[in-house]
């Protein structure tokens, strides 16, 4: 069995008296996608900033590409590519610029350097505005050109924070297109997101982060079933129908999670009798992210 | 998208070799003067313009000012004894205040470093890239003021060959004392303080307007603490006539400077970057 991409063991990242990341255990395989799944402040981008060793763990070990690190840091970076949740692009430079400059930092070899721009190009589709200027550029095209930076060089592994926050739904869904399109050709893939849908359509596998622990980690399917059953009954109502909808799950030992107009009762499959009245629909991801990390979804 | 999930499935073998990975790398060094170099391109003309014209105006106003009723100077004529002397501000000004208020910019605002370390380089590589290109801007710039004294009537030398790599020198050690204090200070506000007291000083106390010579001995002796100062006796020199050892000596405290301050730049940087 190959070595993962990635292999954290009890890491911990304190920031004075914060604990950022407090024991973390995570495995990316060789080719798979993992989602990093987890509200705001859970830790994710703590992770993926240690990651690349601009924060540096103060305990445990990470392996990156078999690399340890912060040590070795400089060779995992330059086999990975990272495509932050900041835009950080140089807003002067045109697109081919902006590629240029990082075919550069990232060692191409002269002869390689073309070819791979334009390669980068065509993944951002962005091949007829290779001389816009980044200000130019809509949002969904700048992200673009983010995701074609960070593969400019063809890494072996990719960071990706937060890939489509802030993207109207068409664009999300291109770009969904081409994460999968990477993971199909073998790439290794770490993303972190708050998008529940985009971890469970993309991720092979998830890891659910909360108060800067795992808090689950597996498929998205078992952490469903494990987690929420199949089924979960939606109790709709004045607030006080709520309340007792809670009390009667609770009483019947069901788990139930708020959503704002309504309480989900899980795995309800089994249950016909004694319920109160609702909509049942087949349990998700969602319902397990909340169960776990009492967040609502945003 | 489904072109794109094409390009990548048919895509190019992975590139191969990335040479050796070590401590501060030419390859590494390279791409952050290629990125500051391609971005130059987008603001030279405004940065040519103040970094030529403000000690071009320094010259103007103190040589012909003064000039009027000063003629003679520590032997020479006053305008050449600004005009060589105002190549040390021009190095300053085309140094620390780029280096200062660029990489406060790029860490605050435009969040470049983040960028920069996701690759393969490391902070002291960033430090030492864009320090050696803000050097070879002052290196370039600071020549201004001689060419605008030569057409005053500055004698030209062929000694004066050498002021592009003195400024160079003076510049790289500005620099990084300009990348230092922006990763020391939390607030780019803060900078006010750095130019009222040290920048300002630092410039009016070289030598630049007036001979050391004539004030009294302990702001002697604290000018030759200071780098701009010694900037300013290599350049005069270079024009008027080499010292020497005392030249030897400028060099050295130059090359001194350089050397601590990209040290220093390098740590202030890397507390900043790096968590």
């Known amino acids: ?298 | 998208m489904g072109r794109a999930a094409d390009v990548i499935a048919t895509g190019l073998p992975r590139p191969r070799g990335r040479g050796r990975i070590g401590r501060l790398e030419a390859s590494a060094i390279r791409g952050v003067l290629v990125r500051e170099i391609t971005n130059f391109g987008s603001y030279w003309r405004a940065t040519s313009f103040s970094s030529t014209v403000e000690p071009a105006i320094y010259l103007l106003a103190f040589g012909f000012g003064f000039g009027s009723l000063v003629s003679q100077v520590a032997g020479y004529d006053y305008v050449d004894f600004v005009g060589t002397g105002v190549v040390a501000t021009a190095v300053l000004f085309a140094s620390v205040f780029p280096a200062m208020f660029g990489t406060f910019v790029k860490y605050s605002f435009q969040h470049t470093y983040d960028a920069i370390l996701a690759a393969p380089v490391d902070t002291e590589e960033i430090v030492t890239g864009e320090a050696l290109w803000m050097s070879i801007r002052a290196g370039t710039y600071g020549c201004v003021p001689l060419l605008v004294a030569m057409a005053f009537g500055l004698e030209p030398r062929i000694d004066m060959l050498v002021v592009p790599a003195i400024a160079f020198v003076s510049g790289f050690g500005w620099a990084c004392f300009g990348i230092m204090i922006a990763g020391l200070l939390n607030s780019i506000d803060n900078f006010n303080y750095v130019t009222s007291t040290v920048i300002t000083p630092t410039f009016l106390t070289a030598g630049t307007f007036f001979p050391l010579s004539g004030l009294p001995q302990w702001v002697q002796v604290l000018g030759n603490l200071n780098p701009l100062h010694h900037t300013v006796e290599l350049v005069r020199h270079a024009a008027f006539g080499w010292e020497g050892w005392a030249d030897v000596a400028h060099l050295g405290a130059l090359v001194l400077f350089g050397v601590v301050l990209w040290r220093l730049a390098i740590r202030a940087l890397e507390r900043k970057l790096i968590t």
């Open chain 1, 1 to 298: 069995m190959p070595d993962p991409a990635i292999h954290l063991r009890s890491v911990v990242k304190r920031f004075g008296e914060i604990v950022a990341v407090d024991g973390l255990d995570l495995e990316v395989p060789e080719g798979s996608c993992i989602g990093l799944l987890g509200p705001n402040g859970a830790g994710k981008s703590t992770t993926m900033k240690m990651l690349t060793a601009q924060v540096i763990a103060d305990a445990g070990t990470i392996d990156v590409l078999g690399h340890a690190l912060p040590g070795a840091s400089k060779i995992a970076r330059a086999e990975m590519g990272v495509v932050p949740q900041l835009d950080n692009l140089d807003t002067t430079l045109t697109v081919e610029q902006n590629l240029r400059v990082f075919a550069h930092l990232y060692r191409l070899e002269r002869a390689e350097r073309g070819p791979a721009i334009e390669r980068a190009l065509q993944i951002a589709k962005l091949t007829d505005r290779r001389g816009s200027k980044v200000d130019e550029l809509s949002g969904g095209m700048r992200r673009r050109l983010l995701i074609a930076r960070g593969l400019v060089h063809q890494p072996r592994l990719l960071l990706l924070d937060e890939p489509t926050v802030g993207l109207d739904p068409q664009v999300r869904q291109e770009l969904w297109a081409l994460i999968d399109a990477l993971r199909s050709e073998g790439t290794s893939i770490l993303m972190s997101t708050h998008y529940i849908e985009e971890a469970e359509r993309l991720a092979d596998s998830v890891t659910i982060m909360a108060a800067g622990k795992a808090v689950a980690t597996g498929p998205p399917a078992q952490l469903v079933a494990q987690h929420a059953g199949r089924e979960v009954l939606e109790v709709y109502g004045p607030p006080a129908r709520l309340l007792e909808a809670e009390r009667e799950a609770a009483t019947a030992g069901i788990r139930t999670r708020r959503t704002g107009t309504s309480v989900a009762l899980m795995g309800v499959e089994q249950r016909n009798g004694n319920l109160p009245e609702g909509v049942r629909r087949t349990a998700n991801l969602e319902d397990v992210f909340v169960l776990l990390t009492g967040e609502e979804v945003t």
